[in-house]
Protein backbone atom coordinates (compact mmCIF):
# COMPACT_ATOMS: atom_id res chain seq x y z
CA UNK A 1 0.00 0.00 0.00
CA UNK A 2 1.49 3.46 -0.97
CA UNK A 3 0.94 5.92 2.07
CA UNK A 4 -0.43 9.47 0.90
CA UNK A 5 2.13 12.05 0.73
CA UNK A 6 0.66 14.31 3.12
CA UNK A 7 -0.24 11.51 5.52
CA UNK A 8 1.29 12.54 8.98
CA UNK A 9 4.57 11.19 10.07
CA UNK A 10 6.64 9.68 12.60
CA UNK A 11 10.55 9.67 13.53
CA UNK A 12 11.96 7.21 15.84
CA UNK A 13 15.47 8.84 16.74
CA UNK A 14 18.30 6.95 18.71
CA UNK A 15 20.65 9.64 20.56
CA UNK A 16 24.27 8.88 21.88
CA UNK A 17 24.70 5.49 19.88
CA UNK A 18 28.40 3.84 20.82
CA UNK A 19 29.50 0.66 21.61
CA UNK A 20 29.48 1.22 25.48
CA UNK A 21 25.14 2.27 24.38
CA UNK A 22 24.20 -0.56 22.97
CA UNK A 23 23.58 -3.11 25.50
CA UNK A 24 20.74 -0.30 26.71
CA UNK A 25 19.38 -0.14 23.48
CA UNK A 26 18.83 -3.54 21.99
CA UNK A 27 16.23 -4.99 23.59
CA UNK A 28 14.41 -1.64 22.62
CA UNK A 29 15.93 -2.47 19.41
CA UNK A 30 14.24 -5.81 18.89
CA UNK A 31 10.99 -5.04 20.51
CA UNK A 32 10.79 -2.21 17.76
CA UNK A 33 12.01 -4.52 14.82
CA UNK A 34 8.97 -7.44 15.86
CA UNK A 35 6.52 -4.48 15.22
CA UNK A 36 7.31 -4.74 11.48
CA UNK A 37 8.80 -2.02 9.18
CA UNK A 38 9.40 1.11 11.51
CA UNK A 39 13.20 3.11 10.35
CA UNK A 40 14.98 4.54 12.78
CA UNK A 41 17.33 6.95 12.84
CA UNK A 42 20.91 6.48 14.96
CA UNK A 43 22.70 9.30 15.75
CA UNK A 44 25.97 7.98 16.23
CA UNK A 45 29.06 8.98 18.45
CA UNK A 46 32.34 8.53 16.23
CA UNK A 47 34.51 8.01 19.63
CA UNK A 48 31.94 8.64 22.55
CA UNK A 49 33.92 10.56 25.32
CA UNK A 50 37.20 9.88 23.77
CA UNK A 51 37.63 6.09 24.96
CA UNK A 52 35.17 4.43 22.41
CA UNK A 53 36.51 4.92 18.80
CA UNK A 54 34.52 3.23 15.83
CA UNK A 55 37.69 1.79 14.63
CA UNK A 56 38.37 -0.79 17.53
CA UNK A 57 34.94 -1.84 17.19
CA UNK A 58 34.09 -4.17 14.41
CA UNK A 59 31.32 -5.86 15.21
CA UNK A 60 29.60 -2.61 16.24
CA UNK A 61 30.04 -1.29 13.06
CA UNK A 62 29.22 -4.36 11.55
CA UNK A 63 25.29 -3.96 13.31
CA UNK A 64 25.46 -0.51 12.01
CA UNK A 65 25.99 -1.65 8.63
CA UNK A 66 22.84 -4.13 9.08
CA UNK A 67 20.64 -1.21 10.41
CA UNK A 68 21.42 0.80 6.75
CA UNK A 69 20.51 -2.42 5.20
CA UNK A 70 17.20 -2.39 6.76
CA UNK A 71 16.13 1.10 5.93
CA UNK A 72 17.31 2.87 9.05
CA UNK A 73 19.95 6.07 8.71
CA UNK A 74 22.92 7.11 10.18
CA UNK A 75 23.54 10.74 11.62
CA UNK A 76 26.83 12.38 12.61
CA UNK A 77 26.41 13.30 16.52
CA UNK A 78 29.23 15.39 17.45
CA UNK A 79 32.32 13.04 17.60
CA UNK A 80 33.11 12.82 21.45
CA UNK A 81 29.48 13.80 22.53
CA UNK A 82 31.61 15.74 25.69
CA UNK A 83 32.50 19.43 25.83
CA UNK A 84 36.67 19.46 26.48
CA UNK A 85 36.82 23.25 25.62
CA UNK A 86 38.26 25.73 28.47
CA UNK A 87 35.08 27.06 30.43
CA UNK A 88 34.90 30.73 30.35
CA UNK A 89 33.54 33.48 32.99
CA UNK A 90 30.30 34.11 30.95
CA UNK A 91 27.34 32.88 33.86
CA UNK A 92 25.36 31.59 30.87
CA UNK A 93 28.44 29.81 29.87
CA UNK A 94 28.62 28.08 32.85
CA UNK A 95 25.16 27.22 33.26
CA UNK A 96 24.84 25.62 29.97
CA UNK A 97 27.63 23.65 30.25
CA UNK A 98 28.10 22.48 33.75
CA UNK A 99 24.55 22.39 34.83
CA UNK A 100 22.35 21.68 31.68
CA UNK A 101 24.73 19.45 30.21
CA UNK A 102 28.29 18.37 30.67
CA UNK A 103 27.94 16.65 26.73
CA UNK A 104 27.70 19.84 24.94
CA UNK A 105 30.50 19.42 22.55
CA UNK A 106 29.57 21.81 19.92
CA UNK A 107 28.47 25.11 22.11
CA UNK A 108 31.55 26.95 22.03
CA UNK A 109 33.51 25.50 18.96
CA UNK A 110 35.38 28.26 16.57
CA UNK A 111 34.20 27.67 13.09
CA UNK A 112 37.54 26.30 12.34
CA UNK A 113 37.62 23.72 15.44
CA UNK A 114 33.99 22.65 14.66
CA UNK A 115 35.45 21.90 10.84
CA UNK A 116 38.10 19.59 11.95
CA UNK A 117 35.45 17.93 14.07
CA UNK A 118 32.34 17.90 11.35
CA UNK A 119 35.58 16.64 9.01
CA UNK A 120 37.11 14.05 11.23
CA UNK A 121 33.24 12.34 11.95
CA UNK A 122 32.03 12.18 7.61
CA UNK A 123 35.57 10.95 7.21
CA UNK A 124 34.16 8.13 9.71
CA UNK A 125 31.03 7.43 7.86
CA UNK A 126 33.13 7.22 4.35
CA UNK A 127 35.54 4.84 5.72
CA UNK A 128 32.45 2.62 6.78
CA UNK A 129 30.51 3.36 3.30
CA UNK A 130 28.28 4.66 5.36
CA UNK A 131 25.46 7.08 3.84
CA UNK A 132 25.29 10.50 5.67
CA UNK A 133 23.24 13.46 5.42
CA UNK A 134 22.69 15.00 8.85
CA UNK A 135 24.30 16.12 11.88
CA UNK A 136 22.80 16.67 15.04
CA UNK A 137 24.77 18.27 18.04
CA UNK A 138 25.04 16.92 21.40
CA UNK A 139 22.14 18.30 23.35
CA UNK A 140 21.62 20.02 20.21
CA UNK A 141 23.83 22.92 21.06
CA UNK A 142 26.03 24.63 18.22
CA UNK A 143 28.14 27.79 18.34
CA UNK A 144 28.04 30.40 15.39
CA UNK A 145 30.93 28.81 14.54
CA UNK A 146 29.54 25.36 14.04
CA UNK A 147 26.33 26.83 12.14
CA UNK A 148 28.98 28.44 10.13
CA UNK A 149 31.43 24.89 8.94
CA UNK A 150 27.75 23.29 8.82
CA UNK A 151 27.23 25.57 5.21
CA UNK A 152 30.50 24.72 4.07
CA UNK A 153 29.82 20.88 4.26
CA UNK A 154 28.32 18.44 1.98
CA UNK A 155 25.65 17.78 4.27
CA UNK A 156 21.64 18.43 3.91
CA UNK A 157 20.20 19.03 7.63
CA UNK A 158 20.97 19.47 11.10
CA UNK A 159 18.47 19.85 13.83
CA UNK A 160 17.70 21.10 17.66
CA UNK A 161 14.63 19.90 19.96
CA UNK A 162 11.93 21.19 18.01
CA UNK A 163 12.47 21.70 14.02
CA UNK A 164 15.24 20.24 11.31
CA UNK A 165 17.06 22.81 9.24
CA UNK A 166 17.80 22.29 5.55
CA UNK A 167 21.92 23.05 4.88
CA UNK A 168 23.30 24.90 3.69
CA UNK A 169 20.75 27.21 4.33
CA UNK A 170 19.33 26.77 7.86
CA UNK A 171 15.83 26.84 6.35
CA UNK A 172 13.72 26.27 9.32
CA UNK A 173 11.34 22.97 9.06
CA UNK A 174 8.84 22.19 12.43
CA UNK A 175 9.42 18.80 13.53
CA UNK A 176 8.41 19.35 17.29
CA UNK A 177 10.23 15.89 19.67
CA UNK A 178 9.55 14.41 22.71
CA UNK A 179 12.13 13.75 24.86
CA UNK A 180 12.59 12.84 28.28
CA UNK A 181 15.17 13.64 31.60
CA UNK A 182 15.25 10.50 32.86
CA UNK A 183 17.94 10.23 35.66
CA UNK A 184 15.89 10.14 38.76
CA UNK A 185 12.05 8.95 39.54
CA UNK A 186 10.82 12.78 40.11
CA UNK A 187 12.44 13.74 36.55
CA UNK A 188 10.71 10.16 34.94
CA UNK A 189 7.50 11.26 36.46
CA UNK A 190 8.05 15.20 35.21
CA UNK A 191 8.60 13.76 31.75
CA UNK A 192 5.72 11.59 31.27
CA UNK A 193 3.29 14.32 32.33
CA UNK A 194 5.10 17.33 29.88
CA UNK A 195 5.32 14.24 27.10
CA UNK A 196 1.46 13.34 27.76
CA UNK A 197 0.56 17.13 27.52
CA UNK A 198 2.89 17.87 24.65
CA UNK A 199 1.45 14.83 22.69
CA UNK A 200 -2.14 15.90 22.47
CA UNK A 201 -0.99 19.55 21.18
CA UNK A 202 0.68 17.89 18.62
CA UNK A 203 -2.31 15.70 17.60
CA UNK A 204 -2.41 17.23 14.27
CA UNK A 205 1.58 17.75 13.88
CA UNK A 206 2.10 17.15 10.35
CA UNK A 207 5.46 14.63 12.17
CA UNK A 208 6.44 13.80 15.30
CA UNK A 209 9.93 13.05 16.83
CA UNK A 210 10.53 10.17 19.57
CA UNK A 211 13.77 11.70 20.87
CA UNK A 212 15.39 8.17 22.90
CA UNK A 213 18.36 8.42 25.14
CA UNK A 214 20.32 5.08 26.50
CA UNK A 215 19.29 6.51 30.42
CA UNK A 216 15.52 5.43 29.24
CA UNK A 217 16.25 2.38 28.46
CA UNK A 218 17.48 1.23 31.94
CA UNK A 219 14.25 1.94 33.60
CA UNK A 220 11.12 -0.18 32.93
CA UNK A 221 9.09 3.09 33.67
CA UNK A 222 10.63 5.45 31.08
CA UNK A 223 11.06 2.31 28.50
CA UNK A 224 7.84 1.45 28.28
CA UNK A 225 6.85 4.35 28.04
CA UNK A 226 8.34 4.62 24.49
CA UNK A 227 7.42 1.71 23.45
CA UNK A 228 3.54 2.21 24.06
CA UNK A 229 3.93 5.75 22.56
CA UNK A 230 5.32 4.11 19.69
CA UNK A 231 2.54 1.64 19.01
CA UNK A 232 -0.27 4.47 19.81
CA UNK A 233 1.02 6.62 17.17
CA UNK A 234 1.37 3.78 14.48
CA UNK A 235 -1.76 2.63 15.34
CA UNK A 236 -3.23 6.24 14.62
CA UNK A 237 -1.72 6.47 11.18
CA UNK A 238 1.11 8.18 11.75
CA UNK A 239 4.02 6.42 9.08
CA UNK A 240 7.43 6.13 10.30
CA UNK A 241 10.15 7.30 8.72
CA UNK A 242 13.62 8.31 8.97
CA UNK A 243 14.68 12.02 8.92
CA UNK A 244 16.18 11.96 5.86
CA UNK A 245 13.58 10.33 4.32
CA UNK A 246 10.74 12.40 5.82
CA UNK A 247 12.51 15.64 4.48
CA UNK A 248 12.89 14.03 0.96
CA UNK A 249 9.08 13.63 1.06
CA UNK A 250 9.00 17.33 2.09
CA UNK A 251 10.45 18.00 -1.08
CA UNK A 252 8.71 16.00 -3.15
CA UNK A 253 5.41 17.50 -1.77
CA UNK A 254 6.33 21.06 -2.39
CA UNK A 255 7.80 20.22 -6.00
CA UNK A 256 3.97 18.70 -6.94
CA UNK A 257 2.21 21.15 -5.29
CA UNK A 258 4.27 23.91 -7.37
Known sequence: ?????????LMLVLHDVA???WADYQPFVEAVDALGNVPMTWLVVPDFHGHNDLAAHPA?????????ARGDELVLH????????????????WFMRRIYTHEGEF?????????????????????????????????????????????????????????LYRLPD??????????????????RGLSKLVSDRLEQRWRQAPVIRLGIHPVDMRHDFSRNY????LKRLLEEGRVPST??????????????VA
Open 78 to 93: GYFHCDDQPMTNHPRD
Open 170 to 187: FTQVNAPGLVWSARSAWR
Open 19 to 21: PPT
Open 1 to 9: MVEPMNAPG
Open 107 to 163: YSLSREAALTRLQAGIDVFRRNDWPLQGFVAPAWLMSEGTRQALRQLPLRYTSDAQH
Open 60 to 68: FRHLLGRRI
Open 243 to 256: KAAWLARQSEHKAC
Open 226 to 229: WLTT
